[in-house]
């Protein structure tokens, strides 16, 4: 006979792990994909940055364009299981996403032109840009 008070109660399930850094990267770009996205350009970060493991540039046609793919991409980050947090999104022209080991600017075209982010990383130490 088996005395069940010595048998440890069962635990809850653990959570999944979350997804690694480029997992989490492979989700940006599939999600980025899915929504026609246009000129995405991928800057490794490993290594080189602590603030992430890699960046997404990225272009919609417009406003709208942006703010869906912006909102959209959240929703799969947080589905996955990781953290996003959105800045821009109310005017929809430069939208930050911050999912702690891939950044994601999304950008209407004009004003991705003006900041010109890629270039800004393609100087002096800084890692060599991919385009995707």
Do not use: C
């Amino acid at each position: 006979m088996i005395d069940t008070a010595s048998v440890p109660a069962p635990t809850a399930k653990s959570k999944e792990p979350t997804l690694t850094p480029d997992a989490l990267h492979a989700l940006v770009l599939q999600s980025l994909d899915d929504d026609q996205a246009q000129e995405v350009v991928t800057i490794p970060l490993e290594g080189k940055s602590n603030i992430a493991d890699h960046m997404v540039v990225a272009s919609g046609r417009s406003s709208r364009q942006v703010a869906s793919m912006a909102q959209k991409l959240a929703e799969r980050i947080k589905k996955a299981g990781r953290h996003a947090r959105i800045e821009g999104l109310p005017s929809a022209d430069w939208v930050l996403i911050d999912a702690e080991d891939v950044i994601v600017h999304l950008f209407r075209p004009e004003v991705r032109s003006f900041y010109n982010l890629e270039r800004m990383w393609a100087f002096g130490d800084a890692p060599d840009v991919a385009s995707q």
